[in-house]
Nanobody, 127 residues
Framework: QVQLVESGGRLVQAGDSLRLSCAASGRTFSSAAVGWFRQALGKEREFVAAISWSGRNTAYADSVKGRFTISRDNGKNTVYLQMNSLKPEDTAVYYC????????????????????WGQGSQVTVSS
């Protein structure tokens, strides 16, 4: 049993920074990769960032590379997404998800590879 809860989303202005948190419960959290995805209104859910179970490997979508940073604190069962230089096109509901497999050295970027999902946190960036 795994539960993921996102928090930190809110209305901000373009250029602002925001940090999202994903608090997880469950035995397998520290042994599986976690990904962040987002879904804008009328759009498909898309990959944003992911981090391996150890935190040593990360991946980012080209659209956020250099602006967003994913990190994790396994002691706190929490994954973070630091978002800097936010743009209106970053507006979306942001979801965190847990990889279906444990102990992967690398990370995957497609939604079907993730088994557990949070309910999402709305991020709105005004121009």
């Amino acid at each position: 049993q795994v539960q993921l809860v996102e928090s930190g989303g809110r209305l901000v202005q373009a250029g602002d920074s925001l940090r999202l948190s994903c608090a997880a419960s469950g035995r397998t959290f520290s042994s599986a990769a976690v990904g962040w995805f987002r879904q804008a209104l009328g759009k498909e859910r898309e990959f944003v960032a992911a981090i391996s179970w150890s935190g040593r490997n990360t991946a980012y979508a080209d659209s956020v590379k250099g602006r967003f940073t994913i990190s994790r604190d396994n002691g706190k069962n929490t994954v973070y997404l630091q978002m800097n230089s936010l743009k209106p096109e970053d507006t979306a509901v942001y979801y965190c998800a847990l990889d279906s497999y444990t102990w992967r050295a690398q990370v995957v970027t497609s939604p079907p590879e993730y088994a557990y999902w949070g309910q999402g946190s709305q991020v709105t960036v005004s121009s």
